[in-house]
């Protein structure tokens, strides 16, 4: 009997299930609620705020601060980078905490502190949007929005008294909005002097720390501590108003602003080599600072004359006196074709005494390689006298009229060679007329005339050029005349001179 009860009840299962099954599936696929409904399809313009942080929780900036530019093209560049940005990073990273460690190792008695391994992941971080100000002043001004859910792998390996521990941060997180300045902006590589940078709100971090293989941030209480403690810390250092002044290079050698005045007389050359195949040289001499752009200086032509006189005098101005040399070029002029260059020399201003004039007669070699075998012949020599005056800093203010503003006296450690007079060219607005939307400016000072380029098809044009004068004396009386004037097509008509 309980052979035959125990067959049965398999059988009554295995049927039970069965019809269930089948009922529950007719039940499943012929049975539709009634009150289910088709989704309504409406455009996202038609939601309000609560259903948009519904179906996205994580709007980027760009979509709701208009402030705020979209730079996708600056997430595919770091993502394409990543893995090599990855391992200069890492590679970096090393080596500024190499002689942090091996200062503590031995204050601490470390074996060592290795890092096995490295890396920050596959992951790059993305930009939100970034913010761009724009100011009157010689900077750069950026706010991006940076956010790094990476997969980094940082293990430490600490060894000591024959035990040895491991740290290792996984999955850390960053959310963060600094704002960075680059300031002052120069015309040297890489354009800006320093960088500063600073948070205008905490930041978000998340991390996971596993020591000797357990989770520290499990243990209940520690996370929400840890995570507390470095925002605070982070924002105590780098919360705006402070920031981290990162110097990139001197301003003062960035700008290279004028320092001081290089007086050059060139008074004679003698035994110069000869150039022209039917009679002499025609010489003359060309000068100027290295390291500077500005068109190199001439003297005359003396026709058919090996040995020259010139008695010519020239003003330079100097920016860097340590670095700066004066290069002096004789050439043999040519009425038709290149000019043939008879020899060339330098005197570095580092070599000169302030406020002394130095007599100097330079052999001329063929090129400045100290390797070229070519400048063992002799060329002739080269007789000149330099005189070096740096500006001198003025110790009180300007004293001028209360009416006219008009300068009674120049102020006091004026040099009394005079200086250099630095006019900047801004901008100009609204210029007047309809055909004159090619303006530049014409300066004419004590008989010199400068130019700033040409702004095609502007009526608010912005230059922001700078010029020197070089002045014998202080310009107490001179005047400045300065012209706006609009480039005439190519035809000639419509040219305009507007006088400011």
């Not at 075998?373 to 203010?397: C, H, I, M």
């Not at 530049?440 to 912005?462: A, S």
Request: hydrophobic share 40%; net charge neutral.
């Amino acid at each position: 009997m309980g052979f035959f009860s125990a067959v049965l009840g398999f059988f009554g299962f295995g049927v039970g299930l069965t019809l269930g099954l089948g009922i529950g599936y007719y039940l499943f696929i012929y049975f539709q609620p009634t009150d289910v409904k088709h989704p309504v399809i409406r455009p996202l313009v038609e939601l309000d705020t609560k259903s948009l942080e519904y179906m996205l929780p994580e709007i980027p900036l760009w979509i709701k601060n208009p402030d705020f530019d979209r730079i996708d093209w600056l997430n595919k560049f770091i993502e394409t980078m990543w893995p090599y940005l990855d391992k200069a990073i890492c590679k970096m990273a090393k080596e500024i905490a190499k002689p942090i460690i091996a200062e503590n190792t031995a204050k601490y008695k470390i074996d060592s502190v290795e890092f096995e391994p490295l890396t920050l992941g596959s992951l790059p971080p993305t930009f939100q949007g970034m913010k761009v100000y724009t100011t009157d002043e010689q900077e750069l001004i950026m706010e991006p929005s940076v956010k790094w859910a990476g997969n980094p792998n940082i293990t430490v390996v600490v060894k000591a008294y024959g035990l040895k521990a491991t740290a290792q941060v996984i999955d850390l997180q960053v959310f963060a909005l600094p704002r960075i300045t680059l300031k002052p902006l120069v015309p040297s590589f890489p354009c800006f002097a320093k960088i500063l940078v600073s948070l205008m709100e905490k930041p978000h971090v998340d991390f996971g720390l596993k020591l000797l293989g357990a989770d520290l941030m499990a243990i209940p209480g520690l996370f929400g501590f840890v995570q507390e403690t470095i925002k605070t810390q982070v924002a105590n250092m780098y919360l705006w108003p402070k920031v981290l002044e990162v110097q990139i290079m001197d301003p003062a050698k960035a700008q290279k602003k004028p320092v001081g005045i290089l007086y050059v007389n060139v008074v004679r050359a003698v035994k110069l080599t000869k150039k022209d195949l039917l009679g002499k040289s025609d010489p003359y001499v060309k000068l100027k600072l290295t390291e500077d752009k500005l068109p190199s200086k001439k003297t005359s032509v003396k026709r058919s004359n090996l040995n020259p006189e010139w008695n010519e005098e020239f003003k330079l101005v100097v920016k860097d006196p340590e670095s700066q040399a004066l290069e002096l070029t004789v050439y043999d002029w040519e009425q038709v074709g290149k000019h043939d260059r008879i020899g060339i020399n330098v005197i570095p201003l580092k070599d000169l005494t302030p406020d002394e004039t130095k007599s100097v007669t330079l052999n001329l070699l063929k090129s400045m390689d100290a390797n070229d075998p070519a400048n063992e012949k002799f060329r002739g020599q080269l007789t000149v006298d330099v005189t070096y005056k740096p500006f001198k800093k003025d110790d009180s203010d300007v004293e001028t009229s209360d009416e006219s503003g008009v300068i009674e006296k120049a102020p006091d450690g004026t040099p009394e060679g005079g200086g250099l007079l630095v006019v900047i060219v801004h901008e100009a607005q609204d210029v007047e007329g309809k055909h004159h939307t090619n303006p530049y400016v014409r300066i004419l000072f004590k008989g010199e005339e400068r130019k700033t380029k040409h702004i095609k098809k502007n009526r608010d044009p912005r230059w922001e050029q700078e010029f020197e004068f070089v002045c014998g004396e202080p310009p107490i009386n001179e005047k400045m005349q300065v012209e706006v004037m609009s480039r005439p097509s190519s035809l000639g008509i419509h040219s305009k001179v507007l006088v400011l």
